[in-house]
Structures are given as structure tokens and as C-alpha cells.
């Protein structure tokens, strides 16, 4: 599966910004789903994620309460809104799509990976 993010900018501290992330070429509503963010320096992280039938979903103790992963299986789509974004928020941010059981925040458990969509949060 291919997988393409986008939604990525600059947005000042507070703001919000929707992700979205466009599957192609496999069957997307077989696949656990999730987000990883990078930020300069630092290694990749664990964000967000989804199952498969959008019945479970999981996130990182420092994005719970403002960050909410969706996902639209008819629309090939997965989402991932965001609000009352903090600098520390800034990295590029990558969707990720898994058919292996296991934890949603492996990285090492994701088959597929999109490119990244840059997100700048200014103080």
C-alpha cells in the first residue's frame, strides 16, 4: 500500500491543523493505522493510532486530549486532527499502516510508511 500525508503548515501556538493521509494500491480497511512525528535530532515517535475498524484508538500521553485520530475506510483516508498545537509539537509527521498484531505504538510493527508532512508551530 502507498501511502501520501498532507495537511502539514505553519500554525501559531493554539492553532489546529488536520492531517490526512491517502491509501492507495492495498486494502486499506485491513490495516492498523497509525502516526509517528520526528522532530529534528530526536528520533521518531509514536503520535497516534487507529484500528482497523476505527474501534480502538490510541494515543500518546502528550497528545490525549488534543489530538483525535480518525479514519474513513470508504475514503481510503486516514485523519489526525489537531488543536491547542504547542512548539513542541513541531516535526514532520508520518502515517504508517500496519497488518502485523502487536502494540499501535511499535514503530518497528508498521509495514508501510508515507513521506512525512512538515508541521511548524510558532510561539
Known amino acids: 500500500v502507498q501511502l501520501q500525508a498532507s495537511g502539514g503548515g505553519l500554525v501559531q501556538a493554539g492553532g489546529s491543523l488536520r492531517l490526512s493521509c491517502a491509501a492507495s494500491g492495498g486494502t486499506f480497511s485491513r490495516y492498523g493505522m497509525g502516526w509517528f512525528r520526528q522532530a529534528p535530532g530526536k528520533v521518531r515517535e509514536f503520535v497516534a493510532a487507529i484500528s482497523w475498524s476505527s474501534g480502538s484508538t490510541y494515543y500518546a500521553d502528550s497528545v490525549k486530549g488534543r489530538f483525535t485520530v480518525s479514519r474513513d475506510n470508504a475514503k481510503n483516508t486516514l485523519y489526525l486532527q489537531m488543536k491547542s498545537l504547542q512548539p513542541e509539537d513541531s516535526a514532520v509527521y508520518y502515517c504508517?499502516?500496519?497488518?502485523?498484531?502487536?502494540?499501535?505504538?511499535?514503530?518497528?510493527?508498521?509495514?508501510?510508511w508515507g513521506q512525512g508532512t512538515q508541521v511548524t508551530v510558532s510561539s
Open positions: 504508517a499502516a500496519k497488518t502485523m498484531s502487536g502494540s499501535y505504538d511499535y514503530l518497528s510493527l508498521y509495514n508501510y
